[in-house]
């Protein structure tokens, strides 16, 4: 059987949501092709089920691609107060956690729920379960699945990136891309836990759960927020951002006292030069774990001033070489993907095949942890969509 429309969108996840949305309120018949046996399924696990949906300082220097300028057109036309006007619209409840972040106040199936509420009112035809086996273009473009034929000018590749294979990630969109002649910048996992070295994982990693305020540096990039030490090495905040911008087997510096003096204590001839005035300051600031554990493998060998500089710049740079990272099983999203050169910032459309579009995860463009990703999906959804 053969379905025909104006336009075919494979994915049913946050970008391809909104790319139908927005091309079904303009009068385009749209079909959205879904692998899964529902929409949405990394919206519904996302943010601890609560769905990070976007960020309220959003801009072009919280995405991390080859073209550091590429996402600042879609950003511009479809920004957080455009998502958060639909969300207010459809009365869902939300609030603010910290730095911009919004969240829903019951459950990620409010976003979803909004989505799929809107694809109806714009009359989007929505398939499920649907495998495609091949994809061709001679004036239109025709998918085929096991059950069914579809056609139509325009197709909107929306699948997704590799992170979390487990709800059905795969590498479909970056074969089609180069299926059609288009570049791909290798995909690595971003906003990932990294692994330790079985030697560093034997000195900290009994102290799992732990976590800290810090500022995580790789590069020229860096993060101040929390990190957490797991069973297999580092997490939390600070680390899932720089892990996106980490490469083995460059260093990440960590430093365990932000904004802090920690020799200031000593300046003062009366306070003794000892390991225990040293314990009680970094006890004031870190868990009384970490602390311990720090001196325990850290512990100045001599009072001198000399060497309470070094230990001043050791808990400033803690120099850690991870040993990897725990992969796209617990990577959040994918980095690198479509190669940006290959689209239109204004309508992600390919520049090399008229009616071939690329959204979302699969474009080398990765945002920062805090619904930023997100935002990218609606507003390069929303681009898509109104091109359409």
């Known amino acids: 059987m053969t379905h025909s429309f104006d336009t075919l969108i494979l994915g049913g996840g946050a970008a391809g949501l909104m790319c139908a949305i927005e091309a079904g309120k303009r009068g385009r018949r749209v079909a959205v092709l ?51 006007a639909l969300v207010e619209k459809h009365g869902i409840p939300y609030h603010e956690k910290t730095l911009g972040q919004l969240f829903c106040d019951r459950s990620a199936r409010d976003i979803l729920g909004m989505l799929q509420a809107e694809c109806r009112q714009a009359g989007v035809s929505i398939f499920l379960k649907m495998k495609i086996q091949q994809v061709e273009r001679s004036t239109d473009f025709t998918v085929h699945s096991e059950e069914a034929e579809f056609r139509a000018p325009a197709l909107v590749v929306a699948t997704g990136g590799l992170s979390i294979p487990k709800i059905g990630a795969t590498s479909f969109g970056y074969e089609l891309a180069r299926q059609f002649g288009l570049a791909i910048r290798e995909p690595w996992p971003g906003l990932v836990p990294l692994a330790l070295s079985a030697e560093d994982c034997s000195r900290n990693c009994d102290l799992a759960g732990v976590s800290a305020e810090v500022i995580a540096t790789c590069g020229a990039q860096q993060f101040r927020e929390k990190m957490l030490i797991t069973h297999r090495g580092l997490s939390g905040p600070a680390l899932l951002q720089i892990s996106s911008y980490w490469k083995k087997p460059e260093p990440i510096l960590i430093d365990l006292a932000p904004g802090r003096e920690v020799s200031a204590a000593f300046r003062d001839s009366t306070t003794p030069r000892n390991l225990s005035t040293l314990r009680a300051e970094l006890r004031k600031f870190l868990p009384h774990r970490l602390s311990d554990r720090w001196l325990e493998l850290h512990a100045p060998t001599s009072w001198t001033n ?31 993907g479509v190669d940006t050169g290959e689209l239109s910032a204004k309508t992600m459309e390919s520049r090399k095949v008229p009616g071939l579009f690329f959204i979302g995860e699969v474009v080398d463009v990765t945002g920062h942890l805090g619904g930023f990703n997100f935002q990218w999906a609606w507003a390069s959804g929303a681009s898509a969509g109104r091109a359409l």
């Open 34 to 84: 879904e692998q899964a046996d529902r929409l949405g399924k990394k919206i519904l696990i996302s943010g601890g089920g609560r769905c990070n949906f976007t960020n309220l300082h959003c801009g072009p220097e919280n995405f991390l691609s080859s073209n550091p300028h590429f996402a600042k057109s879609a950003l511009a036309r479809y920004t957080p107060a455009d998502f958060i």
């Open 306 to 336: 000399h060497a309470l500089a070094d230990l001043e710049r050791q808990m400033h740079a803690w120099e850690i070489f991870p040993a990897g990272t725990e992969g796209y099983e617990k990577a959040e999203v994918t980095a690198g």
